[in-house]
């Protein structure tokens, strides 16, 4: 797919009545309909110029397939001109693949499943480029949430159509179609650059997909299949009577309680495709095969559909790559930023006031430290916080890493300040810290340079992080070694099964997962909201802990091991 970026969303201009564009466009209505007398017209023919003027200011059209309602002329009067040029290609972009526009009060018909063969072609404010953008961004990662919670399909289905209505659906459905096409669109920006951005894109958008797709009636999904031109050929009745004991031997096997023979032949829609097309289904042996042809039913349909979904996908991401390495160069001021930011977006709570929301109000001061350390820190924390104490050092990267993480629990400057320096104290002096790192923290907290208030990292900002051979900082689950790593468990006192389980989660790179293991491991209970952010972890391990306590819970996993994680050599702490 040719995806021309000079045409996506290249302005953030208000709209507004152009003046010199707009007598042009007057002349060119005068030259296409004839001598038009300008000054005789009425009221409401100069409201719907105007109209059409701000609307042109709005929309890059190429071309036409449905009419901008306010600018809608009675057929045959002079501005009917205006259906064939002031249009949106978003709606072209489902109409051309012959889906019936719907509004008839069902919300599935706002949620078709799409191609995305053509880019939107029309600009747009960068405020809602950057929202929409978000807001399917909330869908994927909520999509990705119910998924390593263990929905079953029917529970997964439910909840990504709660997640479109919740984030993705409008007044319309055009306006609702057009949300999700140009929000597909920037998001293949934001995550076409890596092959792990693409791995993740690739998945979700397929998920999303295949749910869309299941939502939609079998009429429905046809007539889809059918305008993609897919190598699909429906069977006749006289070669289903053929194949219809093959078939129902296929069936039965799959199906606790035996499937008939009537009840096999209502189920009148059956396809043949080449069984290359499906592997999946034929790896589980859930179809028949013959003569290298795989015969579905209706309902198998959508592992076809979302097959030839992610093979085109991932070519369309390959080619945008190569498209944005090229324009990005040149928008380095303005979207490129943007745009490179949305795969590092962290959607939840900033933690930028130091309000604790989980557990006890009160500040956190320099004392607190050790015990908040041992009991509720994660992983990431924890590490840099005993490497810290080991070397009484820590690089710019850790420094802010864990600094702000403090600030994010309620460490106030001034206690901030004298932590900091006590624990350099051994290597630099009084001097040589107000020199080199005073500045520094003071600027975390909004106090020296612009005074920005500085927020402390999410999981996907230091998952994503490149940390040196010789630096501490990052996610220990992404960037340190399986020895490493297991070390650092087992020091938490997890049961080697535990461990073995979170390893797992590693190695399939869900980084996130295998740290909500392990606070489910050492809390000694589940984790029903995940893990996005170190502050979050945190103030959820002083809610569990606040409730073991009034409760007079036993000592869970991490009370037996503080004792071993405190006497540990600092020394020996890995690395």
């Not at 399909?153 to 999700?180: C, G, I, P, W, Y």
């Not at 791995?199 to 997909?209: A, T, Y």
């Amino acid at each position: 797919m040719s995806l021309l970026l000079e045409c996506f969303f290249q302005s953030d201009r208000i709209a507004g009545t152009p003046k010199k564009g707009g007598k042009r466009l007057v002349r060119r209505s005068e030259h296409v309909h004839g001598k038009r007398d300008r000054f005789h017209r009425t009221k409401a023919d100069r409201n719907r110029q105007k109209h059409r003027w701000t609307c042109a200011a709005i929309l890059r059209v190429t071309r036409g397939l449905v009419q901008c309602d306010t600018c809608r002329d009675p057929p045959g009067s002079p501005g009917d001109h205006w259906a064939g040029t002031m249009a949106f290609q978003v709606e072209g972009a489902y109409q051309g693949r012959g889906i019936a526009k719907k509004d008839s009060g069902n919300e599935t018909s706002k949620f078709l499943p799409c191609m995305y063969s053509d880019p939107p072609f029309e600009d747009i404010a960068l405020e809602e480029f950057e929202e929409l953008a978000i807001d399917r961004l909330r869908v994927l990662k909520g999509i990705e949430a119910a998924k390593l919670s263990g929905k079953r399909e029917n529970e997964l289905t439910d909840a990504v159509f709660t997640l479109l209505k919740q984030h993705m659906q409008e007044d319309t459905s055009e306006a609702t179609r057009r949300k999700d096409t140009i929000s597909h669109f920037v998001l293949r920006l934001a995550y076409c650059q890596t092959d792990e951005l693409r791995r993740w894109f690739i998945q979700h958008e397929c998920d999303l997909f295949r749910q869309k797709f299941r939502i939609i009636s079998e009429n429905e999904k046809v007539s889809f299949l059918e305008k993609c031109h897919l190598p699909c050929r429906r069977l006749r009745q006289d070669q289903f009577k053929a194949l219809e004991e093959k078939l129902l031997a296929v069936y039965r096997s799959q199906q606790s309680e035996k499937i008939t023979k009537e009840e096999l032949s209502k189920e009148s829609k059956f396809f043949q495709v080449p069984f290359e097309s499906v592997p999946e289904l034929v790896a589980m042996r859930k179809v028949y095969v013959k003569d290298g042809a795989v015969f579905l039913r209706a309902s198998q349909l959508t592992a076809l559909l979302v097959g030839h979904f992610r093979a085109q996908l991932s070519k369309c991401l390959i080619l945008t790559a190569r498209k944005w390495d090229e324009f990005s160069a040149g928008e380095q001021q303005r979207l490129a930023p943007l745009v490179e930011s949305l795969n590092k977006r962290y959607l939840g709570p900033d933690y930028d006031n130091g309000v604790r929301r989980g557990g006890s109000d009160s500040p956190v001061t320099i004392q607190d430290l050790p015990s908040l350390a041992a009991e509720s820190f994660p992983l990431c924390m924890s590490h840099l916080y005993h490497r810290l104490k080991a070397s009484h050092h820590l690089k710019y990267g850790g420094r802010m890493q864990l600094g702000l993480f403090l600030k994010g629990i309620g460490l106030n400057l001034q206690d901030a300040l004298a932590f900091w320096k006590a624990e350099f104290a051994p290597k630099c002096d009084g001097d040589q810290f107000e020199k080199k790192y005073a500045y520094n923290i003071r600027h975390n907290y909004g106090k020296e340079g612009n005074r920005r208030d500085y927020t402390p990292y999410s999981c996907m900002k230091i998952i994503t992080s490149t940390p040196g051979s010789d630096e501490h900082h990052g996610c220990p689950y992404r960037h340190k070694s399986e020895d490493d790593l297991r070390s650092m468990l087992q020091v938490l006192s997890l049961e080697s099964q535990r461990v073995d389980s979170i390893l797992e989660k590693v190695k399939n790179k869900h980084f996130q997962l295998a740290c909500q293991e392990t606070f489910e491991g050492v809390h000694g209970c589940a984790c029903m909201t995940g893990v996005n952010h170190p502050n979050q972890y945190f103030d959820e391990s002083r809610r569990v802990r606040s409730e073991q306590r009034r409760e007079g819970s036993p000592s869970t996993p991490v009370q037996q091991g503080d004792t071993a994680r405190v006497a540990l050599n600092p020394s020996t702490t890995p690395t």
